[in-house]
């Protein structure tokens, strides 16, 4: 029995939105998912897609999507992503309902993997535009787009500690948290993501949305004030699902 994880799949099997243009990695990258899923991946095992799942603007446009995933072995949980349109925020009991015994999706609410519980969110992360000088050093950003976005931080905070709620309700102690987006800017140390984490003891959250080389070291990855963090972002990964929990 293990837990795995991968993020960012960006299928398209009803559209023709590519992301081979963004480097050879993704080309034919649901081959390679599910090449290295079904190698990996045992009908007993667990399975986060950290979100970004599918194109698709809405659900009728996502269903082979998310057929393709509901066929990859293991109990699937999935998270949003911020390309994920079909799956609004008040939609959660909704999929959950249509799609029960196939999937699940992990919003205001929490899934269990042995004695852990997996509690999990969106998540938000400002990501500019940053100002640069001619060496390439930070001298700036968007101050009203950073104001933005710590309302969204502040809304997704309430459901992270929604689902974290539950969870100790239920009497979890052991928590893996999940988030699409990375738990800090690069302009911060530390966040309401990464706090949250140490207040609970979380043994390791797992997040993805950073696409490409220059982008893989955006946030914290391996062990950070007692807590593990790491990226699966499909490319990052190759595609392979990195093992969380045995
Ligand atoms: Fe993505
Ligand atoms: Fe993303």
Not at 130 to 146: C, M, P, S, T
Not at 151 to 173: C, H, I, N, P, T
């Amino acid at each position: 029995m293990a837990l795995y994880a991968l993020g960012d799949l960006h299928l398209s099997f009803q559209s023709d939105k590519s992301m081979d243009k963004f480097g050879r990695v993704w080309k034919h990258h649901e081959q390679k998912i599910e090449k290295y899923v079904h190698k990996m991946v045992h009908p007993e095992d667990t399975l986060v897609l950290t979100g970004d799942h599918s194109w698709g603007r809405k659900l009728s446009e996502c269903e082979e999507d998310l057929a393709f995933i509901e066929a990859l072995p293991g109990q699937k949980i999935l998270l949003r992503g911020n390309h994920d349109m079909f799956w609004s925020a008040n939609k959660t009991g909704r999929l959950n309902e249509l799609f029960a015994g196939k999937m699940f999706f992990l919003q205001n609410n929490f899934a269990s993997y042995q004695d852990y519980a997996l509690v999990g969110t969106k998540g938000y992360t400002f990501e500019g535009p940053f100002y640069l000088n001619h060496r390439g050093q930070i001298i700036g950003w968007d101050e009203a787009k950073e104001e933005h976005a710590k309302k969204l931080v502040a809304r997704e905070m309430d459901r992270l500690r929604e689902s974290f709620r539950q969870a100790s309700d239920a009497g979890y102690r052991k928590f893996i948290m999940f988030l699409h987006y990375p738990p800090t800017s690069i302009l911060e140390e530390t966040s309401p993501f990464t706090e949250i984490a140490e207040e609970y003891g979380v043994e390791t959250v797992v997040y993805s949305h950073c696409h490409g080389e220059p982008r893989f070291g955006d946030s914290i990855r391996g062990v950070y004030r007692g807590v593990n963090y790491m990226l699966v972002s499909g490319d990052y990964l190759h595609f392979r699902p990195a093992l969380v929990l045995e």
